[in-house]
């Protein structure tokens, strides 16, 4: 989230879209209720459910699942086409006014640069045309053919109201009642948030579904003030703490990122991500990069790092492509993966097309799993009738199954999706013999590297010099682990300004990354949680919830990652002179000498209002892309695609271009494209969602919640049920291309039939909770039917949006 | 009059017995026979978040036992945190059975080990159990780590090993996990965020 949860409070308008917060974040839902009974806030609900979160909006309006960069495109011609934009803010903020190369063009729903054969893009063509100095040219009036502006305005013109309906099959009325109540918010004073979740996340265009909503927002000037934003609403309750500290295949912690191969040096792999200002004044904080990167080098790898060895740079893996979770099991089914652990995570039931899981898995040498609960993945070689049919004695992995604490059971910190780190005691003891997860990573590391040490082997010199200074070296305490990350200084830290002046100590930790220095004097685990844990003790375990401004910033409860701040790019809550928006929703303003206000003002505190530097100081910019020249790989732009899997035969926007049907740049394996329904076979578009009652996979091992919701189920609407004969309750067999579930209907008015470029569509919802371990009834795994491809830029699966066929059973 | 909650419930238990409802004008003897001891007075309070979703709730963990030496602490009741400044004491249907989680049946509570083509688990030791791992892993990458490309290039990384990190694990657990796969030069590796 660039906001949090208590800030929805502050909002005019909440548009949730791509997600159903009422029910799978109830108590985050509350901020929206609260923002209607208080603020007189309007919700718009925009899915293809009737879901929990709609019936309490204001207007719900139907989408079909897949089409959201359609309707949000549509968004963006009625507000350029009405002219109802922040002007001011647009211009100021904004990339608007950047002049892109004359070589830029899409045409037919392709970018320039496309390679059909390897389906990418090379983007060189979609740069800025830089003056003589390397800025970017800008034209202020906006008018000029190649400025931003005037590219999104013509890019978007396609998308008219009837397209929208055409694509979405949402009625041009609704869909225009919906543009009103949004565009309300390009008045100054007046805000929107955006609330979304996997709904946008889960499909092959998923990055982009995610920046056009950003777009809207921008266009409206809603990014940076209380009540506005971009926010996801994430899953679970630490994949953003797991993700801010870079456990993905090519991350490193605080969204640093792992070397590419052809970077041997480290001059050349700092370079790249050191980002020069691209205008005037501008800070690119990222430039700090070197001070952020050699002190992770050194909180790893302590004295063995040094400046003659390029901060012991060779340590770390280089990259040659991506090595996401869909690689990871289209190796595995090559029989190219020998051995995999699983920490807290069931990816027999959490990854699409179970079938080629389950077969993946099936050619490992050994399996380690390591979880509180006896899990699916745990017992994929165990044979559970139709739900699980395989033949134990043909599978030949070990497995080692490994017990670990839950919640209640350990101290430390996790990092809600408001970016609060908070901090938990332990209150119980564990069951068994259970250990918790630092204790059980310890041991496996300190015995690996007690055999390198004996043996040598391979590469030993990242395990043997791997700093390791735990009291106890079999368990870490999370004491000691959060203040590694968070960092200390390893000779004194003076300030640059005055020499004299001794910042921290050696030995002390470090107050914030702004102590961080790139000659090996600090050392610091994750940049963006530096102060989590500072001289004052543990910042996270803060417990003062007083909210003095009245606006929901209570700055003393926990920790918020960046430096304690609760709004992300806050300097754009104020006009370009330093005056908020909307005094009522102050966060910081220019007080003649300084910014200040109820937030920690995300901007250089004395940077004075006529240097004109921009609020989003991480882009080279200064000001937020509507436009990205780079770091999309499936376009500057979003564009709509199909779903892989459609209910329709063409893509109605570029209907004669057949390359431009689904996302052209995501990655397809061999053997998956084949596997790809088509509509004739698998008629009806599909989804996967969640209940309230359940969470994921691991409240079917819980009493009270099997009890609220025991058996699985498939949800349909009235026209569907009665056209192929099922009624509530009857037993039904939903196929796609891959495999099959036999499960009950529950006939509801909540799926409403759509009408899609002339033809009839009828959706499918499909809960996901069920699976062949638990206290509830055994049910199907709901990914058996979902197809095995992933978003461009991300590699999340789709599966938001597939197709299936549905008969009486 | 400033009170924090566990305060209340000890003025709550200990007001019944004195004379001050009886000032109120109650007559005391049925109110002595109407009151029990409220169970959770009893109890000892740890602060926690709720593991399921990201809104991140703070709960109160109810357990028996003072947390002493040798007393076993079991939780016996969860409730939300009324100071909490986003939950405000609630909880949603499933943070309400979070309960039901720590004590569920199907918690693991020992090592096990199920042999190539075997239909059943086999109770083993954690010193066995990690004995175990750690030789397959080294045995695995010293077969398999790549140091150079075959075109010269340093790249020190092993693909034949993978590792999937938690969702719900603390940031602590996380940041150790990091540390040792990284340190190994595993690339296949992910989280939850992935999917």
């Known amino acids: 989230m660039t906001n949090h949860w208590t800030d929805i409070k502050n909002a005019d308008v909440v548009l949730i879209m791509g997600g159903n917060a009422a029910e799978a974040h109830p108590c985050g839902f509350k901020w929206v209720t609260e923002a209607k009974h208080h603020n007189k806030a309007k919700l718009v609900v925009v899915d293809p459910r009737f879901t929990r979160s709609a019936a309490m909006s204001d207007y719900y309006a139907p989408i079909r699942v897949g089409t959201d960069i359609a309707f949000l495109g549509g968004i963006i011609n009625y507000l350029l086409a009405n002219d109802k934009i922040q002007h001011e803010y647009v211009k100021a903020y904004t990339n608007a006014s950047f002049v892109v190369n004359a070589s830029y063009k899409c045409e037919d729903g392709i970018f320039c640069g496309y390679d059909e054969a390897k389906r990418k893009y090379d983007n060189k063509d979609w740069a800025y045309e830089l003056d003589k100095d390397g800025f970017a040219v800008v034209d202020e009036t906006m008018q000029h053919e190649r400025c931003v502006m005037q590219i999104i305005k013509r890019h978007y013109s396609r998308y008219t109201p009837e397209m929208v309906e055409t694509i979405c099959g949402t009625p041009k009325a609704a869909f225009l009642k919906v543009c009103e109540m949004i565009a309300t918010t390009s008045r100054p004073d007046r805000v929107m948030t955006i609330m979304y979740a996997l709904g946008w996340t889960q499909h092959s265009q998923g990055s982009q579904m995610i920046r056009t909503g950003a777009m809207v927002q921008l266009l409206l000037g809603n990014i940076g003030l209380a009540g506005g934003g971009m926010n996801a609403l994430r899953g679970h309750s630490n994949i953003q703490g797991l993700t801010d500290l870079g456990l993905l295949s090519n991350l490193l912690p605080g969204y640093m990122t792992l070397p590419g191969q052809s970077e041997q040096k480290i001059e050349d792999y700092l370079a790249k991500r050191a980002l020069k200002p691209l205008r005037p004044n501008q800070m690119s904080y990222w430039q700090n990069y070197p001070k952020f990167f050699v002190s992770f080098q050194k909180a790893w790898w302590g004295k063995a790092a040094t400046a003659e060895n390029q901060w012991a740079y060779d340590y770390l893996p280089k990259l040659d492509k991506g090595y996401d979770v869909l690689q990871a099991f289209e190796m595995m089914h090559q029989g190219k993966i020998n051995g995999y652990l699983c920490q807290g995570f069931n990816p027999v039931a959490s990854f699409p097309n179970k079938a080629k899981i389950v077969g993946a898995l099936s050619k490992l040498k050994f399996l380690v799993i390591i979880d509180p609960l006896a899990t699916e993945t745990s017992e994929f070689w165990q044979n559970f009738g139709p739900y699980n049919d395989v033949k134990p004695e043909e599978i030949q992995t070990e497995v080692l199954r490994l017990p670990s604490t839950c919640f209640a059971e350990e101290d430390g910190s996790l990092t809600n999706s408001g970016r609060w780190l908070q901090w938990h005691w332990k209150g119980a003891e564990p069951p068994g013999e259970a250990k918790a997860d630092p204790e059980i990573m310890a041991e496996i590391f300190t015995r690996v590297r007690a055999l390198y040490q004996k043996d040598q082997g391979a590469f030993p010199d990242p395990i043997v010099n791997l700093t390791w200074p735990y009291r106890n070296p079999k368990f870490p305490s999370p004491e000691e682990l959060a203040m590694e990350f968070s960092g200390k200084a390893l000779a004194d830290v003076t300030d640059p300004k005055d020499p004299t002046k001794v910042l921290a100590k050696a030995g002390e930790q470090v107050a914030g990354f702004a102590q961080l220095r790139d000659d090996g004097s600090t050392s610091c685990g994750c940049w963006i949680y530096s102060g989590s844990w500072t001289q004052a003790g543990n910042q996270m375990a803060r417990r003062d919830n007083a909210d003095p401004f009245g606006i929901g910033q209570t700055l003393n409860w926990a920790w918020a990652w960046p430096a304690n701040r609760r709004i992300l790019y806050n300097r754009a809550s104020a006009d370009p002179a330093g005056k908020p928006w909307n005094a009522k929703r102050k966060l910081v303003a220019w007080t003649g000498e300084k910014w200040a206000g109820s937030d920690i003002p995300d901007m250089r505190p004395d940077a004075k209002p006529e240097e004109g530097v921009g609020p989003f100081i991480m882009t080279a910019e200064g000001v937020a892309k509507l436009f990205v020249p780079s770091g999309m790989v499936d376009g500057p732009l979003p564009e709509h695609y199909e779903p892989f899997e459609s209910p329709l035969a063409t893509n109605p926007l570029n209907p004669k271009n057949a390359k431009a049907f689904a996302n052209p740049a995501a990655r397809v394996f061999k053997g998956d494209m084949e596997q790809f329904g088509k509509p004739d076979k698998f008629p009806y578009a599909a989804t996967t969602y969640r209940l309230t009652e359940h969470f994921h996979y691991w409240t079917k091992h819980v009493h009270d919640n099997a009890v609220a919701q025991p058996q699985q189920f498939v949800e349909i609407g009235e026209e569907l049920a009665a056209a192929k004969g099922i009624r509530n309750g009857d037993k039904v067999r939903v196929t796609s291309n891959r495999g099959k579930i036999e499960t009950v209907a529950v006939v509801t008015k909540r799926i409403r039939t759509i009408t899609c470029d002339g033809k009839k569509v009828f959706q499918v919802g499909i809960p996901i909770h069920w699976g062949f371990k638990g206290v509830a009834q055994r049910g199907y795994i709901a990914n058996t039917l979902t197809p095995f491809v992933g978003d461009a830029n991300t590699q999340t699966p789709e599966f938001k949006a597939f197709t299936v066929n549905i008969e009486k059973a | ?195």
Not at chain 2, 54 to 70: A, E, R
Not at chain 2, 147 to 172: H, M, P, Q
């Open chain 2, 1 to 195: 009059m400033d009170m924090n909650r566990r305060q209340f419930f000890k003025v709550c238990s200990a007001g019944i017995g004195g004379s001050s409802i009886a000032a109120l004008g109650f007559s005391v003897k049925p109110a002595l026979a109407e009151a029990r001891n409220f169970k959770l007075a009893r109890t000892t309070e740890t602060r926690n978040t709720c593991p399921y979703c990201s809104v991140g709730c703070g709960i109160i963990m109810y357990s028996l036992g003072d947390k002493s030496k040798n007393v076993k602490a079991e939780i016996i009741h969860i409730e939300g945190d009324p100071d909490h400044p986003v939950n405000r004491g609630t909880l949603c249907p499933k943070g309400a059975g979070l309960m039901g989680f720590i004590h569920s049946e199907n918690r693991l509570k020992h090592p096990e080990y199920r042999a190539p083509g075997s239909k059943e688990w086999k109770r083993i030791s954690w010193d066995e159990a990690f004995g175990k791992i750690a030789k397959l892993m080294k045995d695995d990458r010293d077969k398999n780590f790549v140091a150079k490309t075959d075109d010269g290039l340093t790249v020190n990384r092993w693909l034949t090993t993978g590792f999937l990190a938690a969702s719900a694990s603390s940031n602590e657990s996380g940041y150790i996990t990091h540390k040792v796969v990284r340190s190994m030069g595993m690339l296949v590796f992910d989280n939850q965020a992935r999917v």
